[in-house]
């Protein structure tokens, strides 16, 4: 949540500084949307909340906490009315008027009634079956309210806490911020602590980097709790020399990947633009980024040019801003300045550019950074901040100290992998999953980056969009259930069979307070394995889709290589240097947080208006194929496909792309729920699937001279 919205309040035009959001209000027309959909999913005679027979959660978000050690009732209770304060729509309930449209009765101080259930922890019955049972059931706007709370007992000192929302209340808050808040509100109240349990919803190393491609994640990998902190190094370390901290294993996978200095075309440099309309003034554009860069630590930061493998925290560093005038080629410059690429062991791996607009009112605003310390959700933070300072004169107000990476280094130092460890190796299948979106195909010779892009038009994704929401699933969980419809089918399987691909996780979703508002790089990629039976239905698989989210969330500070590790995969096969990948695509949906209604507002007062800045979703990543999926300016869907040539011809990503739009429009024809995915698959024959060849094998190291 931003700093200048409260916690809980409507979006748009409803959402109004210095509200009070108690009493009756009106329903967005969002809102009420929902609840049509709400209502049409649930059969004669049904409760509002529970449709007969679905087994789905109907248009509710669940999130938990697990709670360890001695449990006190009044503790909960007393998180509850912390919780509830912060997000003051979830005391609503729903009320119907005989002479009017209905609106929500809203009351901070009604905490929900806390639910109590007994679910003893067997091996065949793990914790998390149990919070997914009792948050299938849903939640009843008219008789729970927003919220239903459940405290859920395995054990004597075993307990998870499940919130279960309706949509109406969360839809526009990111479920991270929704579940660290909940971590908060229960941390704040004593010296308790609690993990977060589940949620629904370019460059090469250097050779002067040692380390970077031996697994040395020691530090992370441990299969016990080493209990003690990250060390920062404040003390052992050389007068004057900067403070550092250790790499995540996510660092440590991209750092595996390649070597610095980049010369492969910006490869894990990604970027944001947005339109700015209304007057700007340059030099207090560029005092306001350097304003941030002094209040971030991540800003400051680099990898160490030598030694152990390390992130350093200078004190001081300047962000790099250019200025271009309005005969700037746009889309030239954007491209130029992405394969520009930076050194990562130099501080400073975000840099702003600003073109002038031909009309003298305000320009378009590029935003560049490195993935190896940023990812877009800390971006989208970075940009709230430089607003601040911008509305400040160029300073940012305030000095209260903010979370950083340190903050996360130290509680990423104090899990223990072991639980994670043991759900995974749980998860994988012995045998390789379905990982391809095409056909085998022969070797393409080509070479470099390509990118494909398709899109639907906004009749199309408004009703991908409908489809989705009155099947208890959001647009991802669509996109998810098209691209394992489509590697099953590539598989060329007649059977049930797993299929894999991945997927990025905010890495927000931690018990760690104000995660959402750290600024670096705590996304991670975690693989997507769902069993794809051909005689199953079509609600049935977007429910196994969501109970593996659901499963994953616990996990969401692993990396993909560590996973890899764990279970064997990624490792090369004797003879031909090959390795057994464990997923081959990655699927993206732009989901990052949103400029809030109160920051548009205070902008529009001083005549500035600005776009919601965009994720170009052009990055080159780890993955052959990556399908980023973004919601475009009119409210249509665009799907862009970022490929290595040489695995997936241009010709054959135009095809994938043509066939992605294709199965997303077939299901949204599934009007009948019984409808199963094998009716679904049947429709493809062999001719309508692109073709991917197989990895090559590296080619052999030079020897050193001696």
Known sequence: MTQDQAHGTPSGADAGAGDQWTGSIPLTEKQRALLRAHRSAAPAGAPAGVPAGAPDPPHSTPFAIELRGPLDERDVRRALARFVARHPLLTARLRHSPDGPPRLDVDPARPPALEHRTAATAPDRPPAAAVRAEARRGVDPEQDGMLRAVLISHGSEHHTLLLVAHRVAVDDEPVAVLLADLCDAYESGGTRTATALTRTTTARPSPALPG??????????????????????????????????????????????RRFPDDDGGRHVEQVHWRWQGPLDAERFATAWQSVLQCETVLRAALAPDGEPRVVLHEHAAVEVVRHGADADWDTLKEEDRRRGFDPRVPGLLRATLVDSPSGDGGRVLITFHQVLLDA??????????????????????????????????????????????????????????????????????SGWGRARVGLERADADRLRAWAAARSTTESGALQAMWALLLYRASGADGPAPVAFAVPVSGRGVALADVERIPGLLTNTLPVIVHVDPRSTVPGLLAELRDRSVDMAAYEWVSLGQICRWTGRGHRHEGDGRRDELVESQLVFDNRPRLSATLRATLAAHGVRVQEPRLSGTALTEFPVTLFACTDDDGGLTLHIVHDRRRLADAEAERLGALCRRLLRELTDVTDESTAVGDIVSGLSRRDLPHMAGPAAPAPRARAAR
């Open 212 to 257: 970077a491609d031996t697994d040395s994640g020691a530090d992370f990998d441990s299969d016990t709790d080493s209990g003690a902190d990250t060390d920062t190094d404040t003390d052992a370390r050389a007068p004057g020399a900067p403070a550092a901290v250790p790499l995540t294993p996510r660092q440590r996978d991209l750092l595996r990947e």
């Open 377 to 446: 959700w800390s971006v989208s933070v970075l940009v709230r901040e430089f607003y601040r300072a911008y509305l400040a004169g160029g300073r940012l107000p305030g000095g209260e100290r903010r979370p950083d990476l340190c903050d996360y280094a130290h509680w990423l130092a104090r899990q223990s992998t072991a639980p994670a460890r043991e759900f995974w190796r749980s998860v994988v299948p012995t045998a390789t999953p379905a990982n391809r979106p095409a056909l085998p195909g022969p070797a393409t010779g080509a």
